[in-house]
């Protein structure tokens, strides 16, 4: 029986501050409501699960391994709040290459309603980019745009529709918790 829920999470810009961080470790910041926000869902049975593009790597800027390096960091830190990530869904690929895993495709979000039993319906797609509602919209989950990141110019733009717009994570995290 699929009944239950996770929270899907962007990564730049939705938990960690969208920079050129690649082999300085020390360069990766944590958007700081995701700490309270994480342990918060979390402690409400939700899943954790991070979605997130990854095309540097298909663009040769840098390898499948330090994105690995970089979860294996953001564990770290999670981990000193209290906070496990039950899955990181990387889609390594070029735009180009017109794969099946890049969202807002929402292969990611079935394999994983798979993997853990989700009810897709009553789970949540937090993103700052268009593609990530849309990867909710496509997925049948609810969606939640986070004004951190690029967040803000994504509202502005308005190009996609989400459930919710909330300031930050936490504020994501009091709406769905209301
Ligand atoms: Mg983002
Ligand atoms: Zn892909």
Do not use: W
């Given at each position: 029986m699929k009944n239950k829920r996770a929270v899907f999470l962007?990564?730049?810009?939705?938990?960690?501050?969208?920079?050129?961080y690649v082999g300085q470790l020390?360069?990766?910041?944590?958007?700081?409501?995701?700490?309270?926000?994480?342990?918060?869902?979390?402690?409400?049975?939700?899943?954790?699960?991070?979605?997130t593009n990854q095309s540097g790597v298909g663009r040769g800027f840098f390898t499948r391994q330090d994105v690995e390096v970089v979860h294996a960091h953001l564990d770290k830190l999670f981990d000193a709040h209290g906070v496990r990530i039950d899955r990181y869904y990387?889609?390594?690929?070029?735009?180009?290459?017109?794969?099946?895993c890049r969202k807002p495709k929402p292969k990611s979000l079935r394999d994983a309603a798979k993997e853990f039993d989700l009810d897709l319906s009553r789970c949540f797609m937090i993103g700052d980019r268009p593609s990530d509602i849309n990867?909710?919209?496509?997925?049948?989950?609810?969606t939640?745009?986070?004004?951190?990141?690029?967040?803000?110019?994504?509202?502005?733009?308005s190009k996609t529709k989400p459930?919710?717009?909330?300031?930050?994570m936490?504020?994501?995290?009091?709406w769905i918790l209301a």
């Open positions: 962007d990564r730049d810009g939705v938990l960690m501050e969208d920079t050129n020390d360069r990766v910041g944590i958007i700081s409501a995701a700490f309270t926000a994480l342990k918060r869902l979390q402690q409400a049975g939700y899943k954790l699960l991070v979605v990387v889609c390594p690929h070029h735009p180009d290459d017109n794969c099946d990867t909710g919209h496509n997925a049948g989950t609810q939640i745009l986070v004004l951190t990141g690029a967040g803000a110019e994504t509202l502005a733009e459930d919710h717009v909330a300031k930050d936490n504020a994501a995290a009091d």
